[in-house]
Structure formats: C-alpha cells, structure tokens
C-alpha cells in the first residue's frame, strides 16, 4: 500500500558530506512525522532526527550541528543531510515516517512506514 525507497548512502572519509533521500509512495493521503534511525553493528536503531508535518525538527545530541533533517512535502520526501561526517556515524540509516493512507473503502487509516534500510560507511 506504502512504500519508502532510501538512498544516499555510501562510503565516504571522515569530514565528509552525504545527503540521505526517503521518498515515499503509494496510496497517500498525508504523511505525518517524518524521521531517520540508524542502527549500528552490535547496537539497538537509535533516532537520528525527525521532523514533523509543520516543520518542527528534533536531533539525537551526537548529531546536533551537524546533520539536517527536511522534508519536500510535494513530493512526499524526506532528506538527512550529513556534514562533519565521523567514523562513529557508521551504520544502517532507515527512514520511517508516519503514513495517513486511503484505504479500498474510501477511508483513512495511519500507519508507520519503514525504508529498507542503505548503508553509511565513514571511514579513511
């Protein structure tokens, strides 16, 4: 019904810059927070950043002055990007945001979506 495709990632020095892209499709209706996870080998998924439907934005302290969280609502897309990048940002990045769909029956119902998850290597 709803499908989140990321990309973005990639192996990169550290100092480094990338910009993670989510975009979602399917049947729509309006997409609630937006936000991007990592997950770390050997860690649990923490919350990187997120951003809410009125623009409002929140950041894990490790990634505070250096990543930037935004969102394109026309084109139902979130971006991350990444500045400043260290060897301890390494991991998994998901996006997931929080989906109003239609449904069959002409209503609405909200869901959380995930991504597939790409891969952010940082290292020389």
């Known amino acids: 019904q709803v499908q989140l495709v990321e990309s973005g990632g990639g192996l990169v020095q550290p100092g480094g810059s990338l910009r993670l892209s989510c975009a979602a499709s399917?049947?729509?209706?309006?997409?609630?927070?937006m936000g991007w996870y990592r997950q770390a080998p050997g860690k649990q998924r923490e919350l990187v950043a997120a951003?809410?439907?009125?623009?409002?934005?929140n950041y894990a302290d490790s990634v505070k002055g250096r990543f930037t969280i935004s969102r394109d609502n026309a084109k139902n897309t979130v971006y991350l990007q990444m500045n400043s990048l260290k060897p301890e940002d390494t991991a998994v990045y998901y996006c997931s945001c929080t989906i109003v769909v239609v449904t069959t029956s002409g209503g609405r119902n909200a869901l959380d979506a995930w991504g597939q998850g790409t891969l952010v290597t940082v290292s020389s």
């Open positions: 951003i809410t439907s009125g623009g409002s934005t």
């Open positions: 399917g049947s729509i209706f309006s997409i609630n927070a």
